[in-house]
């Protein structure tokens, strides 16, 4: 597992004052928007965890695959969502934690990565996350990026400002002589940390 800061901003100049456990409003997520060759319409959507802990990105199409008789198209797929988070009012979050989940069946000699970034509209745009998920592998994988409580990114308090969550397979069969592929199943977003510090209560 690799851990990386997409997002960068310090919550102690936000003017905000730390909550735990999250609120107990009203909350709902809602999924605005797809787009890319890993989520064609219909093949994605969002929930929330029932004690607003996290929201879970759910995909049923989402494949890349290289190796004998695959068309090069088919070695990159990528998605972007964008979502809205109806937070309960007063309130106000950050992504703290993201954890990756798929399928891969990958040759000996063949190589996989899963790269991805997320920042909230009209806000910088972050770095993107890169893992590489070794071969050979004919088995679940996982991945996650954590943000440290001080280099977290806040959605501006009093603004509905979008979340756009950017994902991408790559595979390519290196020196295998057969088809490798690798799946994304879901993506889970956390919006607490180890410590639990990421609802905030705006002043």
Not at 130 to 151: G, K, R, S, Y
Not at 154 to 177: A, M, Y
Request: proline share 6%.
């Amino acid at each position: 597992m690799l851990a990386s800061s997409l997002l960068l901003a310090s919550p102690a100049s936000a003017g905000l004052v730390i909550t735990d456990p999250p609120p107990t409003g009203d909350l709902s997520i809602e999924l605005v928007a797809m787009a890319g060759s890993g989520c064609a319409p219909g093949t994605a959507d969002v929930a929330v965890s029932p004690d607003h802990s996290a929201f879970t990105a759910i995909y049923s199409a989402y494949l890349a695959q290289a190796g004998p008789g695959v068309p090069v198209t088919e070695n990159r797929k990528n998605c972007q969502l964008n979502v809205l988070v109806n937070a309960p009012s007063g309130y106000t979050f950050a992504i703290a934690k993201v954890d990756y989940r798929g399928y891969g069946f990958l040759q000996r000699g063949a190589t996989a990565q899963q790269r991805a970034n997320y920042y909230f509209q009209g806000m910088t745009v972050g770095s993107y996350a890169n893992h590489a998920i070794a071969a050979p592998l004919d088995d679940n994988w996982i991945a996650t990026d954590e943000v440290p409580i001080a280099a977290q990114v806040f959605r501006p308090c009093g603004e509905q400002r979008n979340l756009n969550i950017n994902t991408e397979l790559r595979v390519t069969k290196g020196s295998s002589t057969d088809v490798s592929y690798l799946t994304m199943d879901s993506t889970d977003g956390s919006i607490q940390t180890i410590y639990h510090f990421t609802w905030l209560r705006c002043r």
